[in-house]
């Protein structure tokens, strides 16, 4: 009787091993969606759709982009929280959803730790200060001298409350005494839409989707927000130079609603990486600013707990609550 107990413990045992190895073998049987947090045309739309690409091409199923904007992203984060955990719904996180409002926002609806399974990071980029082609500033300095004299008056657009422009531009505030006015919108599309057209006078956003906006003379860039110069851009001084104490930066990655099974969380991880590390997604990144972040789920996750510590400091050094 022990004997035969033994060999069905050992069955079963082979049976889930067997089960688990099928399961990723067999996926994606069907086309995968990402659903992206954001307007089409933001920087996490065009950063998941070239690595939706890629996946595509490497795994012989689609992956196809959901952009879905509105309520700071909870909307698209609400549609993946709530997904089956079969791993056929990604979500593109952001910086803002899993470490900027989890860090600023006393009550909310969801865990960033209990209710995702982290992927990897897909890209980070330092921002940019865009400003209209209308306002009549040609550098940093200058742009803070004409914030300093008019008090109240400048605007600036964001993705939202909370989001990393909006986040940047209390930075701004904060470290050069400043008082601009926040404007939230839908995505930062949006935003960049009303500097050009000079109902907004800033934007501090990724150069992904500014760069185009800026060769055409749409609106100037005056610095970038990262440690040092960006190389694509090597004229555009560090906006700290400026104001001291000045850095800010915004991420993409991949997670999963939990409870996917692991092999299936594995497997896509593996592909993930070979995605990021390809010359065409990598490649791509490079030349719009970007750099591309592979690493593993418990890197990611160590890092957004990271982030969420520095956003809480600067929310507390603005002010900044969000209910």
């Not at 990271?306 to 400091?313: D, F, G, L, T």
Request: charged share 15%; net charge positive; aromatic share 6%.
């Amino acid at each position: 009787m022990l004997r035969l107990l033994s060999l069905l413990s050992a069955a079963a045992g082979t049976l889930v091993c067997v089960t688990a190895f099928a399961q990723s073998v067999a996926y994606p049987a069907r086309p995968v969606r990402i659903v992206v947090p954001g307007a089409a045309g933001s920087s996490q739309e065009v950063v998941s759709r070239v690595v939706g690409n890629k996946l595509t091409q490497q795994m012989g199923q689609s992956f196809v982009i959901d952009a879905r904007a509105g309520a700071t992203g909870m909307i698209g984060l609400d549609i993946a929280r709530t997904a089956a955990p079969d791993g056929y719904t990604l979500l593109a996180a952001t910086s803002s959803l899993l470490s900027g409002l989890p860090a600023l926002k006393p009550r909310l609806h969801y865990d960033p730790d209990r209710d995702f399974t982290p992927l990897s990071r897909m890209a980070s980029v330092a921002n940019v200060l865009t400003v209209g082609a209308q306002l009549k500033v040609d550098n940093a300095a200058d742009f803070v001298k004409l914030a300093k004299a008019r008090p109240g008056t400048l605007n600036f657009g964001s993705a939202g409350n909370g989001s990393p422009a909006h986040l940047a531009g209390a930075m701004f505030n904060v470290l050069a005494g400043v008082n601009t006015i926040h404007v939230p919108y839908k995505g930062s599309a949006q935003a960049l839409s009303d500097v050009m057209a000079g109902q907004l006078q800033f934007l501090i956003t990724s150069p992904l989707v500014a760069m185009p906006h800026a060769r055409g003379g749409r609106i100037r860039l005056l610095a970038t927000t990262g440690a040092k110069r960006d190389p694509l851009i090597p004229d555009l001084p560090v906006f700290a130079d400026t104001v001291p104490g000045y850095e800010i930066t915004q991420w993409w990655g991949l997670v999963l609603p939990a409870g996917v099974p692991p092999s299936i969380s594995a497997h896509l991880h593996r592909e993930i990486m070979a995605a990021l590390k390809s010359p065409e997604v990598s490649g791509f990144l490079v030349k719009q600013g970007a750099t591309a972040q592979p690493e593993s789920p418990a890197e990611f996750s160590a890092f957004m707990k990271a982030e969420r510590k520095r956003i809480a400091n600067i929310g507390k050094r603005a002010n900044i609550v969000l209910e």
